[in-house]
């Protein structure tokens, strides 16, 4: 557990001071299509003791383009078309800033396998969705991931029962926050992330719960806070820049003297080992990778079900949102590494790492596969930020990484 002093107090207009913006809260149960169980996506949330997603800030990735799009978004059917990604008008051509694909519009139209418990404060202009900002009710008797070891002053706030909570931001992929236009202006864009946040902390008040934003981005914390919340510390994520040229040579003379030493002994043992590195659609290496997922949680003493696992990786690679890629990494036998990842715009997050347990080039397999192949691929495409995630931070760090803090905003009590 981190702590660090709060950011600086922000002074937090109310929703309706948004000149022409107004603010709802809607139930995904009362959308058409939305419960249709084959649009479930991925059960590893923050409710989930197992769930150890890497996903960590990539705003400014997509494209800015302007919001001409008139879509009525009183009509039920529109909005379901947005949340989903289907359909045309605003779901196709609106571009969106958030600080993961898990928060872009196709995602949160997937009501995280529990839609009676999740809705979604929607900001329109003109009937224009300018705004997204998901709300998760708690799980009855079960606390996420993230409170398990609370602060004091967190724990202090907790209801006595989780089913209380209410997840301000959404409670999937370790990351909290809110989709705004990327076509509006900063200062635009800042001020409908207040009003989803304030609308939302108004929501739980008036249903009596205890608002949570867990992981919210450094980036993004001075608009969740505000009138009687209070942010701490709770983590750190890792998010590795690359020079904008592509050019290898200069991604290592960024790195320093240490990091070009470790980053050159890498590429050196894995080629000795004689391993091989393979970029694929991540939906080919689903089933193989899940004995190896399986692997590393049972290594942190986490049993999930190697076919639960698939199921479930099978879903994020399916996902709508961003191009999903593996990074393989294999012997004569078989992968010994797979990394899962996600490009958005010039950005790529990495979302889960499977490792064999056994192998004798374990180290450079895992080294292979979440940096050294991602980096290669990142070059390639003309990425600038690979996203690594949460924990594990000195490998990270040792490679490039810079860390940035994510916290956890509660009611100031």
Same mark, same amino acid.
């Given at each position: 557990?981190?702590?660090? @002093?709060?950011?600086?107090?922000?002074?937090?207009?109310? /929703?309706?001071? =948004? %000149?022409? %913006? !107004?603010?709802?809260?809607? !139930?995904?149960?009362?959308?058409?299509?939305? %419960?249709?169980?084959r649009d479930l996506t991925d059960s590893r949330d923050l409710t989930d003791p197992a769930g150890r997603a890497d996903l960590t800030d990539s705003r400014d990735l997509t494209d800015p383009t302007e919001l001409t799009d008139s879509t009525d978004l009183t009509d039920s059917r529109n909005l379901a078309a947005l949340l989903t990604g289907t359909g045309t008008g605003a779901a196709a051509h609106t571009a969106w800033d958030a600080a993961s694909v898990a928060l872009l519009p196709p995602r949160l139209g997937r009501p995280y396998l529990r839609p009676g418990h999740c809705r979604v404060v929607v900001a329109s202009e003109a009937g224009?969705? =300018?705004g997204l900002l998901p709300l998760l009710r708690g799980t009855p008797g079960q606390l996420p991931q993230a409170l398990l070891d609370p602060d004091p002053e967190t724990a202090a706030v907790l209801p006595a029962d989780p089913g209380d909570l209410l997840f301000v931001g959404g409670c999937v992929d370790l990351v909290?926050?809110?989709? =705004? /236009? @990327?076509g509006l202006t900063e200062e635009r864009r800042r001020a409908v992330r207040r009003g989803l946040v304030d609308r939302a902390w108004e929501? @739980?008040?008036? !249903?009596?719960? =205890?608002?949570?934003a867990l992981h919210v981005r450094d980036d993004e914390v001075a608009d969740f806070r505000g009138p009687g919340r209070r942010a701490a510390e709770l983590g750190v994520t890792c998010l590795l820049r690359l020079p904008r040229d592509g050019s290898d040579a200069s991604y290592l003379a960024g790195l320093g003297q240490s990091g070009r030493r470790t980053v050159l002994k890498d590429r050196r043992k894995a080629a000795e080992a004689g391993l091989r590195s393979e970029v694929r659609p991540a939906g080919e290496l689903t089933a193989a990778a899940a004995e190896l997922v399986v692997a590393v949680k049972r290594r942190y003493g986490v049993e999930e079900h190697p076919r639960l696992v698939r199921a479930r990786l099978a879903r994020w690679a399916a996902d709508p949102a961003g191009e999903r890629v593996a990074f393989a990494v294999s012997d004569g036998a078989g992968p010994v590494a797979v990394t899962f990842g996600c490009v958005r715009g010039t950005g790529l997050e990495i979302?889960? %790492?499977g490792l064999a347990d056994a192998h004798p080039h374990r180290h450079e397999a895992y080294a292979e596969s979440l940096f050294q192949a991602p980096v290669a691929f990142a070059q390639a495409r003309g990425i600038t930020t690979i !996203?690594?995630?949460?924990?594990?931070t000195t490998p990270k760090t040792r490679r490039g990484a810079t860390l940035a803090p994510t916290w956890v905003v509660r009611p100031d009590q």
């Amino acid at each position: 557990m981190h702590h660090a @002093a709060e950011p600086p107090r922000r002074p937090t207009p109310r /929703a309706d001071a =948004v %000149t022409g %913006t !107004d603010f709802r809260i809607v !139930d995904l149960t009362d959308l058409p299509d939305l %419960t249709d169980s084959r649009d479930l996506t991925d059960s590893r949330d923050l409710t989930d003791p197992a769930g150890r997603a890497d996903l960590t800030d990539s705003r400014d990735l997509t494209d800015p383009t302007e919001l001409t799009d008139s879509t009525d978004l009183t009509d039920s059917r529109n909005l379901a078309a947005l949340l989903t990604g289907t359909g045309t008008g605003a779901a196709a051509h609106t571009a969106w800033d958030a600080a993961s694909v898990a928060l872009l519009p196709p995602r949160l139209g997937r009501p995280y396998l529990r839609p009676g418990h999740c809705r979604v404060v929607v900001a329109s202009e003109a009937g224009r969705p =300018v705004g997204l900002l998901p709300l998760l009710r708690g799980t009855p008797g079960q606390l996420p991931q993230a409170l398990l070891d609370p602060d004091p002053e967190t724990a202090a706030v907790l209801p006595a029962d989780p089913g209380d909570l209410l997840f301000v931001g959404g409670c999937v992929d370790l990351v909290a926050g809110a989709a =705004v /236009a @990327a076509g509006l202006t900063e200062e635009r864009r800042r001020a409908v992330r207040r009003g989803l946040v304030d609308r939302a902390w108004e929501q @739980a008040g008036r !249903d009596g719960l =205890v608002p949570l934003a867990l992981h919210v981005r450094d980036d993004e914390v001075a608009d969740f806070r505000g009138p009687g919340r209070r942010a701490a510390e709770l983590g750190v994520t890792c998010l590795l820049r690359l020079p904008r040229d592509g050019s290898d040579a200069s991604y290592l003379a960024g790195l320093g003297q240490s990091g070009r030493r470790t980053v050159l002994k890498d590429r050196r043992k894995a080629a000795e080992a004689g391993l091989r590195s393979e970029v694929r659609p991540a939906g080919e290496l689903t089933a193989a990778a899940a004995e190896l997922v399986v692997a590393v949680k049972r290594r942190y003493g986490v049993e999930e079900h190697p076919r639960l696992v698939r199921a479930r990786l099978a879903r994020w690679a399916a996902d709508p949102a961003g191009e999903r890629v593996a990074f393989a990494v294999s012997d004569g036998a078989g992968p010994v590494a797979v990394t899962f990842g996600c490009v958005r715009g010039t950005g790529l997050e990495i979302y889960e %790492t499977g490792l064999a347990d056994a192998h004798p080039h374990r180290h450079e397999a895992y080294a292979e596969s979440l940096f050294q192949a991602p980096v290669a691929f990142a070059q390639a495409r003309g990425i600038t930020t690979i !996203d690594l995630g949460l924990d594990a931070t000195t490998p990270k760090t040792r490679r490039g990484a810079t860390l940035a803090p994510t916290w956890v905003v509660r009611p100031d009590q």
